[in-house]
């Protein structure tokens, strides 16, 4: 997340002294984030786990995790303890990546060759691994609740992929496939977003009712996010990305749009379940003419409304918290996490 898309996408004023001055603080807090991530994933005497273990910091990212943590900070006294917050969910997440990757047997991440592509699965595994003992240290200095929420939230994280893993069609006991879908994001997505809220405003001594709303906002735009997430894997091009397009499709992976699309009555749909209906799609010429059925649906257009509905309810929340510059940022980010998909 660069400092022109901080200024002028997220619903800061450049004007607003206010607004200015808490943009130059997230810059350089997303700066001291960036280097404390560098610092706590050094493995003194072992370059190569060093190199690995940083892969996927080096190669970047949107950062939206710290970017909750430092902004819900904002609404307490802003301690810096807030920085170690914002390493917690971001090492979190990369962790993830890392096994996401390996289970999708993903060749790129970020504009970079994935770790499993370059070391293999069993390395990739355990380089997560090794990122999630890191913040797990980086979270006991944090204190009860810090590992109270990474326990929590870890959980839920591997609950997701599990869903995800099974499938809609054969979770129907419990959901429905929509239900099914949404519960996958929740957990899967939305529930390290939450975190990042809520933790950065316990450390800095929020208010407990602005910490719960932020937890809540944050479940609210993460899925929000995913959603547009799901849209740009079959709207965007594998530049735009930063990983191969159609993803989800490769993997047999149901997805919102997708789940819309199939609801449709006519050939398209038909041939769209003949397609999909089996599981992964690893054939490429398959997966361009699901991709192409896939964008001429309604399903698209279906999914982004419901990631808006997320959205403002969202930004709702975020107008219910104090008058500070933050909440401006977070009613902006309401706004920016649906526009990248359309």
């Known amino acids: 997340m660069n400092t022109t898309t901080i200024v002028t996408e997220l619903g800061l004023d450049p004007a607003d002294e206010r607004h ?6 997230l810059r350089t807090g ?15 005497g072992y370059p190569d786990l060093t190199e690995a273990a940083t892969h996927l910091v080096r190669a970047g990212g949107k950062r939206l995790r710290p970017l909750m943590a430092l902004a819900g ?15 917690l969910v971001e090492l979190v997440h990369v962790a993830t990546l890392y096994h996401d990757d390996v289970m999708d047997e993903a060749p790129m991440r970020h504009r970079v060759k994935s770790a499993n592509s370059l070391w293999g699965n069993k390395k990739a595994v355990l380089i997560g691994d090794y990122v999630l003992a890191c913040a ?21 994280l591997v609950r ?19 239900e099914h879908h949404l519960q996958v994001m929740a957990d899967k997505s939305a529930s390290l977003i939450a975190m990042a809220g809520r933790l950065g405003a316990q450390v800095a001594g929020a208010h407990e009712r602005i910490v719960e709303t932020l937890g809540q906002y944050g479940e609210l735009i993460g899925v929000a996010f995913q959603i547009s997430d799901d849209v740009l894997d079959i709207s965007a091009s594998t530049a735009d990305l930063g990983k191969s397009a159609g993803t989800d499709l ?35 010429g398959l997966r361009r003419e699901a991709l192409d059925l896939l964008r001429e649906s309604a399903g698209v257009e279906r999914a982004l409304a419901e990631a808006h509905g997320y959205a403002a309810k969202a930004r709702d929340l975020a107008l219910g918290l104090p008058d500070r510059p933050a909440r401006a940022l977070l009613v902006g980010l309401s706004a920016f996490v649906v526009d990248r998909g359309e």
Do not use: N
């Open 250 to 284: 490769r993997e047999g992976i149901v997805t919102l749009p997708m789940l819309h699309a199939l609801d449709d009555h006519g050939p398209d749909a038909a041939r769209l379940r003949e397609i999909v209906g089996h599981g992964p799609v690893p054939d490429p």
């Open 136 to 156: 797990a240290r980086v979270g006991a200095g944090l204190g009860d609740y810090a590992l109270r929420q990474q326990a929590e939230t870890f959980g839920r």
């Open 73 to 87: 900070a904002a609404f307490g006294d802003g301690r810096d303890d807030a920085i170690s917050a914002a390493v």
């Open 160 to 178: 997701g992929q599990f869903l995800e893993t099974t499938g809609p069609f054969e979770d129907c006991g419990r959901h429905a496939p929509h």
């Open 30 to 44: 997303l700066s001291q984030v960036e280097e404390r991530l560098q610092e706590v994933l050094r493995s003194p």
């Open 20 to 25: 200015a001055e808490f943009a130059a603080g």
